[in-house]
């Protein structure tokens, strides 16, 4: 019911998400917490890997992100035999994934053949063995990947049939010398000089503000109380 409800916010463009700095520890913490009973009671290793010192903030919906990972460690545990083993955690991006987190959802599952590998992001897909057909309505996936990409990420899937699945999905990072600017959201101002693919439509400061987070630190300005990407006024 509850991912029913989810999709028709999202296809009535009525989801909104509170995205502000947040410790991807706890983010991670809260969701394995959640889920280790049944992981336990199923005989699955659940175990989430420390993050590297000094990790940034993420730019995130705190309870919308727990609830991305809660649906991909749930269909993790469902799809892992007892014995198998899931590991969660989150490192810094380099290259195209440059002033981003990357979350990952590792398990030793049944794995995904490569021709659905195309398909499992779609509404009421569902890919399954024969022993687990028939359990949701195949929205949990397309709700994930929407709740991502609200959040100004994406989300991919790695995974071989018989050896298991590797989910990985992406949040701008906070940058250390920005955070206390950006808090509290009331007295920010932001603006973007970059072309807006819909001038019609009013942007939130979230969605300002993951635009923001999200370019190259060279790009970012600061005048006063307004941050802005683009050329700086001379």
Same mark, same amino acid.
């Given at each position: ?22 410790? #991807? ?5 809260? +969701? ?6 049944? #992981?336990? +009671? ?17 730019? #995130? ?14 269909? +993790? ?14 490192? !810094? ?34 890919? #399954? ?11 949990? !996936? ?18 071989? !049939? ?23 959201? +009331? ?48």
């Amino acid at each position: 019911i509850n991912d029913i409800l989810d999709f028709s916010k999202i296809r009535s463009s009525q989801m909104s998400m509170n995205s502000l700095p947040v410790e #991807a520890s706890d983010i991670l913490n809260e +969701a394995v917490e959640s889920l280790s009973p049944w #992981a336990k +009671a199923k005989g699955v290793l659940l175990r989430s890997h420390d993050l590297e010192p000094g990790f940034p903030k993420v730019l #995130a919906d705190h309870s919308r992100t727990v609830q991305i990972l809660i649906n991909l460690i749930s269909n +993790a545990i469902k799809f892992t035999q007892a014995g198998g083993s899931i590991k969660i955690s989150a490192h !810094l991006g380099k290259g195209d994934y440059l002033g981003y987190a990357l979350f990952n959802v590792q398990d030793t599952g049944c794995g995904i053949a490569k021709e659905n590998l195309s398909r499992i992001f779609e509404k009421f897909v569902q890919v #399954a063995d024969k022993n687990e057909t028939g359990r949701g309505v195949g929205l949990g !996936l397309t709700i994930v990947n929407s709740m991502v990409t609200l959040q100004g990420g994406s989300v991919r899937v790695e995974s071989h !049939l018989g050896q298991g699945s590797t989910f990985v999905f992406t949040l701008p990072i906070v940058r250390h010398s920005l955070e206390n600017e950006l808090m509290p959201p +009331a007295d920010l101002i932001i603006e973007n000089d970059r072309k807006n693919p819909s001038p019609h439509k009013e942007e939130s400061w979230q969605e300002k503000l993951t635009l923001i987070l999200s370019q190259p630190a060279g790009e970012i300005h600061k005048n006063g109380s307004t941050l802005f990407v683009g050329k700086p006024e001379k």
